[in-house]
């Protein structure tokens, strides 16, 4: 598969999502700034992939800050990176996580008096480590989540948690190709995810890339695909999990969940830890981002409601921990109560 990210010759190359699937082309980005702009404008998008993305955004801060002169100017340089990283996006905690742990890092290096061309490098080399540990999550996730999808029905899914989200792979997706390495007999649907259409444009094209089939349904048709007894499970993403097991994934995914829960089908979760935030009590701790109007207001370039129309435009929801079946991340299996199972996958770490 195309890689997500990947850092080469001192800059990071960024598989620029907005333009997928009709044009494979990347970003080149070489400061903190212009990585959180990526991040901000989705050239980069999925909650892990932000966190990779970020990791190395924040070297390249790193980088930025040894070339100043004094320990101060280094340290203002550096922590103005480290900000203009965490307000890119709200919502996916995997962000802020990759980013404390490269300042912890960093704090613990200067302290010990490691010149700042060195510490450079060791975030590098850091942002390298969150990369790889999330690519072998996703596989572990995978492992994990496989055996509790029934054979012989389907499998829906909603935006894209894929190869193209993480480091590599997918969790949703990382799911579905476990599943279908299995031998499992399991057709794939996926919601096209309106509005930035995630499902249509990237998840059909990786799982088509992979030579999975997909069948790709507008988002109003899953409640009926539910009642309909095709699908045995649906399995999403998230952008961040709060302590009670509420689950911030992609707007329409509550929905989603709402009608599985009413044709009793289960809804898998599939996240690396670091989606989960143990700070947040429940959802109403998770920010929800808003997105601009034209991505409702417009599909691609050309406008498709009414000039002067006012727009809401979330760009996340929260699924109540109670339509959750599982929680599974590459520590394994969470189950209600998520509060007592989450804590115990804590505990592990
Ligand atoms: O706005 P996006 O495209 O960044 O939203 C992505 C999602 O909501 C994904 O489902 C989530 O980040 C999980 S990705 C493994």
New binding site residues.
């Given amino acids: 598969m195309v890689p997500t990210l990947e850092f080469k010759s001192g800059a990071l190359l960024l598989l620029d999502q907005r333009v997928l699937p009709h044009t494979v082309t990347f970003v080149s980005v070489q400061t903190a700034r212009a990585c959180a702009e990526a991040i901000r404008d ?1 050239a980069v ?6 966190g990779c993305a970020a990791a190395y955004g924040l070297a390249l801060g790193a980088f930025e800050a040894a070339r100043e002169g004094s320990a101060e100017a280094q340290e203002g340089v550096f922590q103005a990176a480290h900000e203009v990283l965490a307000n890119s ?1 709200p919502t ?1 905690v995997n962000l802020r996580w990759a980013l404390e742990r490269l300042s912890k890092l960093r704090a613990r290096l200067v302290v010990e008096g490691m010149p700042a061309g060195q510490i450079a490098e060791r975030l590098l080399a850091e942002a390298h480590a969150v990369t790889e540990e999330d690519l072998a999550s996703c596989k572990a996730i995978g492992q994990h989540g496989a055996p509790l999808v029934p054979d012989g029905k389907g499998i829906l899914t ?5 190869g193209l ?2 480091a590599g792979y ?3 997706l990382g799911v579905v190709r476990a599943v279908v390495a299995s031998g499992k007999q399991c057709p794939v649907f996926a919601d096209e995810t309106r509005p ?1 259409l ?1 499902g249509a444009r990237l998840t059909t094209w990786e799982l088509l890339q992979d030579g999975i089939p997909v069948t790709l349904l507008p988002d109003v048709a899953a409640p009926s695909l539910l009642r309909s007894g095709k699908i045995g499970c649906v399995i ?4 961040r999990i709060a302590a009670n097991g509420d689950v911030a ?2 707007v329409g ?1 509550y929905g989603v969940a709402l009608a599985a829960h009413a044709h009793g089908v289960p809804v898998m979760v ?2 690396p830890w670091s ?1 989960i935030d143990l700070r947040a009590k429940d959802g109403r701790d998770i920010p929800i ?1 808003e997105r601009p109007s034209t991505e409702v207001t417009h599909v691609g370039k050309a406008r498709i409601a009414a000039e002067g129309v006012s727009v809401f435009n979330p ?2 929801d929260v699924t109540p921990a109670a339509l959750v079946s599982y929680i599974v991340t590459e520590r394994g299996v969470a189950r209600a109560p998520f509060s007592d199972s989450l804590a115990a996958q804590g505990r592990l770490g």
């Fill in positions: 989705m998008r999925g909650a892990p992939a932000i996006r996916a909603h935006c894209n948690a894929g989200a993480t997918g969790t949703a930035w995630q999403v993403g998230a952008d994934n992609k995914t599939a996240a989606t981002e760009a996340f």
